[in-house]
């Protein structure tokens, strides 16, 4: 009895732990999906500089004059930590000159700063 | 590593995103879904064909799983049967390979692009159960096919909120993944619990 109780007592704990790992995804998906339009869009040495532009809604021209770099044509797909290390400059450095120069162009005009 | 495969990606466009969902098909644990988000927006934002990238990810995707076929296929049945008969489990191993002849073809769809990282580990145990290639195939390009067309889309729709939708697939894979596992898990607790007097 001992013998065969004891699979059956494994399976029963884990398909509580697979419950318990699907309930939990399964509400974090459900809360990230809620707050799907709010959330954070942190900016990463991936990203090229139209991208991050794409992604905060603002134009191009104003986040590569921020770095001070002249894009290249017909279209820059120079990722951030590539153009940190052509200005020789660290890439957290470039992120935060790139989020101040977002987070001005989207301040209303004469409004207070953020 | 993520930073790096995305960098290449956004500078060299489709031959990166050829060669990363190959090597990916292949096992290693590349984070394909956010790529094909990634690539989804900047064919969105006009940096890339729509109809290049779904070339791209779904040849590379499936040459990829034909290599992972063939390792199982020439080099795993050997060395799963020489293990077999070590350990004397050849009615076991058959049982297995009966499985995958029977469900098969629903499992190589799914595992290509809503259970992903079960992918590699399906495309060699479908070698190594000797799975025929013809049927291994039609699964694997309609299942690539479909991955790309659906995680491009998103990210196409989406183009803005790459991150964000990478976090809520990611999490509802591992919800699906769980969900099913519970499933079988409770259908094998419910037999042992019938069967007991």
Redesign the interface.
């Known amino acids: 009895m001992a013998d065969n109780s004891r699979p059956t007592l494994a399976i029963a704990l884990a398909f509580l732990l697979a419950v318990t790992g699907a309930l939990v995804f399964a509400s974090r998906a459900t809360t990230q999906a809620r707050h799907f339009r709010t959330m954070d869009q942190p900016i990463h040495g991936w990203m090229s500089i139209p991208f991050v532009a794409h992604t905060h809604h603002v134009p191009p021209s104003v986040l590569f004059q921020a770095v001070g770099v002249q894009p290249r044509q017909p279209r820059d797909h120079r990722s951030v930590r590539r153009i940190a290390r052509e200005l020789n400059r660290p890439v957290p450095e470039v992120i935060a000159e790139l989020q101040k120069a977002i987070d001005q162009a989207k301040r209303p005009p004469g409004g207070p700063p953020k | 590593m993520?930073?790096?495969?995305?960098?290449m990606v956004?500078?060299y466009?489709p031959p990166a995103l050829f060669a990363i969902v190959g090597i990916a098909a292949i096992g290693v644990p590349l984070p394909v879904t956010l790529l094909l988000i990634v690539v989804g927006?900047?064919v969105?934002?006009?940096?890339m064909d729509i109809w290049l990238a779904l070339a791209m990810a779904s040849v590379g995707s499936i040459l990829g799983d034909q290599a992972g076929y063939a390792i199982g296929r020439f080099g795993g049945t050997a060395a799963v049967e020489k293990l077999s008969r070590v350990f004397g489990k050849k009615a076991g191993l058959e049982e297995t390979q009966a499985k995958v002849r029977a469900w098969g073809g629903p499992g190589i769809f799914l595992t290509r692009w809503l259970l992903s990282p079960l992918g590699p580990w399906i495309n060699l145990a479908s070698g190594t159960a000797g799975y025929p290639w013809h049927r291994f195939l039609f699964w694997d390009v309609l299942g690539e096919c479909t991955g790309a067309l659906v995680y491009i889309s998103l990210g196409r729709i989406f183009?803005?909120?790459?991150?964000?939708?990478d976090?809520?697939l990611g999490?509802?894979t591992?919800?699906i993944g769980?969900?099913m596992?519970?499933s079988i898990?409770?259908w094998?607790?419910w037999k042992?619990?019938v069967r007991?007097p």
């Open positions: 993520t930073e790096q495969l995305l960098s956004t500078q466009g927006s900047m969105s934002q006009g940096a183009s803005d909120r790459v991150l964000a939708l976090s809520v999490d509802t591992w919800a769980a969900l596992l519970a898990l409770g094998q607790l042992r619990l007991q």
